[in-house]
Nanobody, 124 residues
Framework: QLQLVESGGGSVQPGGSLRLACTAS????????VGWFRQAPGKEREGVSC????????YYADSAKGRFVISRDSANNTVYLQMNSLKPDDTAVYYC?????????????????WGQGTQVTVSS
């Protein structure tokens, strides 16, 4: 059974950076498409980025393009989300999720496994 644990969240000033990590146990994360979602208070869950298990294709929401980078670290069974030029609007709980599909997946309902989330706060 795949289990996901997020880490790397915290508080940062606008313009700062954070690197979120999604570390898997129970099986190889390489076999799964992995996504990052976020949910701010009072708002719906929003897809941020995704990396496919097949050819490593990636997806970024418009809000993340040019600022966030998703990547795999197979040796550590981890997927990272490097977040740069952070804005107050990026404040949210960030969730890692995985699907056995080999395709890029944007819909939250298509994912099978979810982590508990990590808080990111961007404030001056």
């Amino acid at each position: 059974q795949l289990q996901l644990v997020e880490s790397g969240g915290g508080s940062v000033q606008p313009g700062g950076s954070l690197r979120l990590a999604c570390t898997a146990s129970g099986t190889r994360l390489d076999y799964y498409t992995v996504g990052w979602f976020r949910q701010a208070p009072g708002k719906e869950r929003e897809g941020v980025s995704c990396i496919s298990a097949g050819d490593g294709s990636t997806y970024y929401a418009d809000s993340a393009k040019g600022r966030f980078v998703i990547s795999r670290d197979s040796a550590n069974n981890t997927v990272y989300l490097q977040m740069n030029s952070l804005k107050p609007d990026d404040t949210a709980v960030y969730y890692c999720t995985a699907s056995p599909s080999t395709l890029v997946i944007r819909a939250a309902g298509a994912y099978n496994y979810w982590g508990q989330g990590t808080q990111v706060t961007v404030s001056s």
